[in-house]
């Protein structure tokens, strides 16, 4: 060891002393918060909660940093963490699993996370300096990539901080997929694929930065010639084509008349053709006869209830909330713009901006139904938009931009409203604009627009007009996108965007140049529904078949065949009712009143709360559930109510039995009845057989038959 002279004399001399190396300095938001994001200590299902684990809460993904070093150092009186023998607290204890943690091992002894941990608390456990630099964006390498199936990628996550430092932030980053059945990737970042082709994008985040991963994956034999010269009907055939040809997958051919009309008539509205309807369509030669079949669907009445009704389930139509007139007034309003072809953006600006008396302005009920601010502003944020900001008022939203002021911002259009009046007399009235009131920050935060926060104050009296005209711009990134994908949804059993409702740059459409076209043509119809649905149908790939071939079997994505689509609950129970022959009575409402024209969701009916008719408390999507169940598979098969339907006196199969005494033209009937085809031929040999050997029991014969065409898959499925 050298003596204080000898070295300032070596110093003096010009010697160069290495000095000792200075302590890390620890910033709690930077160090600490990527470990307790890392092993999810801070998610909803642990310390993040609402009401935390045992004692112990952590802000939800860290979004509030002060409360989370609060928790961690100041309360239950400073146990979690002990400056004096660092690998004694109670916060390395339970990580490194040396005491019981219910969330088990986190940090190993010795690990680099521990050693951070420790250090830390060692150094007196630091918030850190206030000016210190924080991350402003990440990064993914690879971004995008053309995978094998069955192979694997390492992504790597480098966070920029705001001085334009960089680091490798992979350890700590979270990952997602968007599709486990074409890839997962593991909490390490490694992506493995499927043996499956299509598209899958992989989130990575940060401390509240997100950025995308894109795989291609396609089949590893290419397509011969013959496999790719397919017919082009409209300009959406060539954006899916393109789309299949990097996949290596060719679509099937295009489907007969019997599957393309009740296909049709199921997607546009919601009824069965009957057996006349079928013949007449199946015996016409006409060329342009598909193109007139939806012109002919698109005038009928059912087009208009069955539209009404998907609207009425997100707009929330409740009369349990709202009570019988009221409900009825608002899906009055939405049925009468349906059947007038109203323009969606007109559709959506007398939503945003609906003042007046419940009962006569129809949409003002709305506002009663959602009546926080907040709810009103996520609710229409998520219908017309497909953005779902509800999150981010108490938190950054996880998987996108949208931050606390986002969401606070799009509130206060909605602060100033309110109901007046009596139950029979109740009135919604606008104030002036205003600001809404950031409950983490008490930070006033004016109204304004997502994204555009510029806009802030200049929004004067009804503060809902500035916001109904941005939200139905034709140059608002979202709205035409959002309706497009959603109708698109409907049509071919799948959106471009899945959910529908869950619009965010770390859920990218899998065909986006496909995506902008079909906004662009709903903009430039001036928001007609009709015209958009026309054109759907008229491409090849909605006439596609649903048969598979080859190579699009495992395609789930990317529309190279038809998709089998599960009915809504009403739809399949007016298809019962229809192919039976025997309507169906709701409590409250005329005799002969179908499933789909239920503009009161609570009506109470088993068949439809059994196979998932939504409740309208919220606007997801979600609240019809289309998963199938056990329940469901045997109420078809044994319910007393369908039997009844089934042997009813006046019913399809007692009026078959009777009127027709060819067996084989009865089995023809039946057929178009419940599938709307004709029989194979084997199909008609067989069924025919069947009720020559029951003549004794002829008509049981017919209901038997009946039962197992109700109970096939053919028929409980569009297809």
Not at 76 to 102: F, N, Q, T, W, Y
Not at 177 to 188: E, I, K, Q, T
Request: proline content about 5%; hydrophobic content about 40%; glycine content about 6%.
């Amino acid at each position: 060891m050298c003596r204080f002279g000898l070295c300032l004399g070596l110093v003096l001399a010009g010697c160069d002393c290495v000095p000792a190396a200075e302590p890390r300095s620890y910033h709690f938001e930077n160090d600490i918060e990527p470990i307790l994001s890392r092993y999810s200590c801070n998610s909803s299902g642990c310390h993040g909660k609402a009401e935390g684990q045992n004692g112990f809460k952590l802000s939800v993904f860290g979004y509030d940093q002060a409360a989370d070093h609060t928790a961690l150092v100041k309360e239950s009186r400073g146990r979690r963490v002990d400056a004096a023998a660092p690998e004694h607290s109670l916060l390395l204890l339970k990580a490194s699993g040396r005491i019981a943690h219910g969330g088990g091992v986190r940090t190993p002894v010795g690990s680099e996370d521990y050693e951070t941990l420790r250090g830390w608390i060692a150094a007196g456990t630091p918030l850190g300096d206030p000016a210190a630099p924080r991350v402003s964006a990440i990064r993914i390498e690879p971004d995008q990539k053309i995978m094998a199936m069955n192979s694997g990628v390492q992504l790597r996550v480098h966070a920029r901080f705001s001085d334009g430092r960089e680091i490798d932030a992979t350890r700590h980053a979270r990952f997602q997929s968007n599709n486990d059945g074409l890839a997962v990737v593991n909490s390490a970042g490694y992506v493995a694929t499927f043996d499956a082709p299509g598209d899958v994008a992989i989130m990575a985040s940060y401390l509240g930065q997100v950025a995308v991963f894109r795989a291609l994956i396609p089949r590893s034999k290419p397509l011969s010639s013959s496999q790719v010269a397919l017919p082009q009907f409209n300009f959406i055939d060539g954006h899916v084509d393109r789309k299949l040809a990097q996949l290596n997958i060719a679509a099937s051919a295009v489907c007969d008349d019997a599957e393309f009309m009740r296909r049709v008539y199921l997607d546009v509205i919601g009824t069965l053709p009957t057996s006349a309807e079928a013949r007449r369509f199946l015996s016409d030669t006409k060329p342009n006869k598909r193109a007139k079949l939806v012109d002919q669907l698109l005038q009928r009445p059912e087009f208009t209830d069955y539209w009404a009704l998907k609207w009425a389930d997100v707009l929330r139509v409740d009369r349990q909330a709202l009570g019988h007139d009221k409900a009825y007034a608002f899906y009055q309003w939405i049925r009468d713009g349906i059947a007038a072809n109203k323009p969606l953006d007109q559709f959506a600006r007398e939503v945003i901006a609906a003042e007046g008396p419940l009962a006569e302005v129809g949409p003002a009920s709305f506002y009663k139904v959602a009546s926080k601010p907040g709810d009103a502003a996520s609710s229409l944020s998520q219908i017309f938009l497909g953005v779902r900001i509800a999150c981010a008022e108490c938190h950054h939203h996880p998987f996108d931009r949208w931050t606390q002021n986002d969401y606070f911002g799009m509130q206060a259009f909605f602060a100033p409203l309110r109901i007046q009046g009596g139950k029979d007399n109740e009135v919604l009235l606008a104030g002036e604009a205003t600001a809404s009131v950031n409950a983490r920050t008490g930070e006033k935060v004016p109204a304004h627009v997502l994204g555009e926060e510029s806009q802030a104050g200049k929004a004067t009296g009804d503060s809902r007009q500035l916001l109904a005209h941005w939200l139905t711009s034709p140059a608002n990134p979202y709205f035409a996108r959002n309706l497009a994908n959603r109708i698109w949804a409907h049509m071919l059993g799948r959106g471009m965007i899945e959910p529908v409702d869950d619009v965010r740059a770390t859920n990218p459409p899998t065909n986006p140049e496909l995506l902008q076209a079909l906004a662009q043509r709903l903009i430039d119809s001036r928001f007609d529904m009709r015209q958009l649905i026309r054109e759907i149908t008229a491409s090849r790939v909605y006439q596609t078949s649903s048969r598979p071939n080859e190579t699009n079997l495992r395609d789930e994505q990317d529309y190279s065949r038809a998709l089998l689509k599960r009915l809504d609950a009403e739809v399949l129970l007016d298809m019962l009712c229809q192919a039976t022959g025997v309507p169906e009575k709701f409590r409250g409402l005329p005799a002969g009143s179908r499933a789909i024209q239920l503009w009161d969701s609570k009506v109470p009916h088993y068949f439809l709360k059994q196979f998932g008719r939504p409740q309208r408390v919220s606007a997801c999507e979600c609240e019809r559930r289309h998963e199938p169940n056990v329940a469901q598979v045997l109420h078809l098969l044994n319910s007393p109510e369908i039997q009844a339907k089934l042997s009813h006196e006046s019913g399809t199969a007692a009026r078959l039995a009777k009127q027709i005494a060819a067996d084989g033209k009865l089995v023809e009937e039946l057929y178009l009845i419940y599938f709307s085809r004709f029989p194979s031929t084997e199909e008609a040999k067989s069924a025919a057989q069947y009720l020559g050997e029951h003549q004794a029991q002829r008509r049981e014969a017919v209901e038997d038959l009946s039962w197992g065409l109700l109970n096939s898959l053919e028929f409980r499925f569009n297809h």
